[in-house]
């Protein structure tokens, strides 16, 4: 039997330094050791990825380059670069503004009439490049400038080049500066009038925001240029390796992937095989160009970077059975199944196994591609289901949901072809920061009753366990900084994703999995500039619980709004953490009372604040919020709240 034991102190705290004397209060919690819920599924940590902005180019994957395989026509016009205007407060001159490309970033060197685009045997794409030189000696090719570049780094890439004997050599050249020695030039010493792929290797020596990349002839006739690709040398597989280190610091079990709306016009063909011949596509939902040079290999091996376990979305928009059984066929099929053969002859001969599968995004929203009627829906998730179950009857559908009749309609006529059933939310900017983090907990635990409902409510469904995926859950407001929906957060939103973690573990008995939208830029909890990478506040609490938090959930009692309190035991009982969310700008302190158990110190603190509630942090800048850690010498009933803060305490628990 565990003793009870009773923390009574009272405790006014003042926080000198911060200034946050006044109205300091003692919050009173209970936390019962024995009142134990569900354990926290550790899916509840997961991620989501999507082909929109600059999550995955610009973002995760290394290509320097943009629009590599010359999508846009190259017309000798300015490159159309559209600039993202700063918003008022999360612009302080500190950032980096991030252009969206409406038109060829490449520009002509010498004549402007001296490129065509070749629609006959383009090498990829449309159409290709070629460059009519004049003869004389004047340099003829493109350039594409504002490439980021980091003194001392070596760039890796390649280029397909055909062309006539006498149109080489060819120069290509990386250039940092505007001097004559500001450049590292490979020189490639013939071609032919079939592509060739040639590898480039340069080393910057100085560091610039506007390096360029020139492609340059002064012979005779002319040459085409197939594609070309520049990364750091660094690059894991072709993901950078400053934004997969901070992946593997977020640590997080599963990654959502490819998208979102993305999906819905997806065609999962075109991002296999040889990456230089994956053809450039308009984004089928959203502003930029779908580059396929990462598809399902890709994604797959990031997972595996990462230590992470892939969550696949399939089209069921535009798509259908057909393809989404191919599609699982390609990924978990044996080599000697028809699709299962093409993964081998595209270097994978064995079956990645992936069990998470999404059926479909958002398909209730007239905004997605391919959007029909719920009553045709629930046909089709189930045609679908069927189909991929042919091919792999172990994998794991989780089917579009959404509150209310949606939710409702695919429980009661698809509960045999799923799961766990999906649910999105997100949140906009409120006034105060106390009802900026309450709606967060107030909006999961509305979708848990919500299912705890349908569970009663629906014949059969009782019995079946069907929980819910929060697939897409986070703040979404402000002007975009990092790209298409690339908001900034705050310490406000850091402490409102804390307490939706504390909601998730307070319904832990209806909540398998959640995916933080999105992990880089767009709306992501990591930013980055062209040569940096950063945790935003928000990506700083996901890491934090992931890392430190408990997996079985204890009750906590008491009243202590504003602030938020949850507690759980590690899996074998021994330690207890305690994380409190303060959403006011006062430090309080709790007084703790223990059923079930006591306290053992040492303990450890972490704290995550800032000076106010719009700190943020910036890609190269120094962090304005930060956790920092200290022991807890003793096992204390009074536990000290900073003001504008998430707090975690850990202490063994006997
Ligand atoms: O995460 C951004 C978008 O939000 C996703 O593409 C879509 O599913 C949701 O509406």
Not at 139 to 150: A, D, Y
Not at 189 to 203: D, G, M, N, V, Y
Not at 302 to 325: D, Y
Request: net charge negative; proline share 6%; glycine share 10%.
């Amino acid at each position: 039997m565990r003793r009870t034991r009773t923390y009574g102190a009272v405790v006014f705290v003042v926080l000198a330094g911060l200034g946050l004397s006044a109205c300091a209060r003692t919050f009173s919690v209970t936390i019962d050791l024995d009142d134990k819920r569900e354990p926290i599924s550790k899916y509840i940590y997961g991620q989501f990825i999507e082909h929109l902005g600059r999550c995955i180019y610009g973002g995760l994957w290394a290509e320097m380059l943009e629009d590599r395989k010359f999508f846009y026509p190259v017309t000798g016009e300015a490159p159309a670069w559209t600039m993202y205007k700063p918003g008022p407060r999360s612009w302080d001159g500190e950032g980096h503004p991030y252009e969206l490309l409406t038109a060829s970033p490449w520009m002509i060197i010498g004549d402007k009439k001296s490129v065509s685009m070749m629609t006959e045997d383009p090498y990829v794409g449309e159409h290709t490049p070629q460059i009519t030189l004049s003869g004389d000696g004047t340099p003829g090719g493109l350039l594409q400038e504002r490439l980021g570049l980091v003194d001392g780094k070596d760039y890796a890439g390649r280029i397909v080049l055909a062309g006539d004997p006498q149109a080489a050599p060819i120069e290509v050249s990386l250039v940092w500066g505007g001097g004559a020695g500001d450049r590292h030039t490979v020189v490639i010493r013939s071609i032919s009038p079939s592509f060739a792929k040639f590898p480039l290797q340069f080393t910057a020596k100085g560091a610039t925001d506007n390096g360029r990349l020139e492609i340059v002839s002064r012979g005779k006739g002319h040459f085409k240029i197939g594609t070309v690709s520049l990364m750091p040398a660094d690059n894991l597989f072709g993901w950078r390796a400053d934004t997969v280190a901070l992946l593997k610091e977020l640590n997080a079990p599963v990654y959502r992937w490819p998208g979102g709306n993305f999906v819905s016009g997806y065609d999962w063909k075109d991002g296999i095989g040889d990456p230089d011949r994956r053809p450039p596509r308009k984004n089928p939902a959203w502003k930029g160009i779908e580059h396929n040079d990462v598809g399902l290999h890709e994604f797959l091996q990031l997972c595996r970077e990462i230590n992470a376990e892939a969550f696949i979305a399939v089209n069921t928009g535009l798509g259908g059975a057909e393809a989404a059984a191919e599609e699982i066929e390609y990924v978990n099929g044996a080599p000697d199944t028809p699709m299962g053969r093409r993964r081998a002859q595209n270097g994978h001969p064995k079956p990645w196994g992936v069990k998470w599968w999404a059926i479909g995004n958002e398909m209730y929203g007239d905004w997605q591609l391919g959007h029909i009627p719920l009553e045709e829906y629930v046909k089709k998730h189930n045609r679908v289901v069927d189909a991929m179950r042919k091919v792999d009857p172990t994998f794991k559908p989780i089917a579009v949901g959404a509150k209310g009749p949606w939710s409702r309609q695919m429980l009661t006529t698809c509960a045999d072809h799923m799961d766990l059933i999906s649910e999105h939310l997100y949140w906009q900017d409120r006034n105060d920061v106390v009802s900026h983090v309450s709606q967060i907990a107030a909006q999961i635990r509305d979708v848990a009753d919500a299912h705890r409902d349908y569970r009663t409510s629906i014949p059969g469904l009782a019995d079946k366990d069907i929980r819910i995926a929060m697939d897409e859950w986070n703040y979404w407001y402000g002007p975009n900084e990092y790209g298409e929906l690339g908001v900034r957060y705050f310490l406000q939103d850091a402490l409102g994703i804390a307490v939706g973690l504390h909601e998730f573990f307070r319904n832990s008995d209806i909540y398998f999995m959640a995916n933080y939208a999105q992990t880089v830029n767009v709306i992501g909890a990591i930013k980055t500039t062209k040569t940096q990478a950063e945790f935003e506040t928000t990506g700083l609490v996901l890491k934090l619980y992931r890392e430190r938090f408990g997996t079985i959930p204890v009750r906590v009692g008491g009243d202590f709004k504003p602030l938020d309190v949850a507690a759980a035991l590690s899996t074998d009982g021994t330690v207890l953490t305690i994380g409190v969310v303060n959403p006011t700008d006062q430090a309080h302190s709790l007084s703790l009372k223990l059923n079930g158990g006591t306290l053992a110190a040492p303990g450890q603190q972490w704290t995550l604040t800032g000076a106010d509630k719009w700190s943020h942090n910036a890609p190269g800048k120094p962090r304005q919020v930060d956790i920092t850690t200290r022991a807890v010498p003793t096992a204390t009933d009074s536990l000290e709240v900073v003001g504008l803060s998430v707090m975690l305490y850990t202490f063994g628990a006997q």
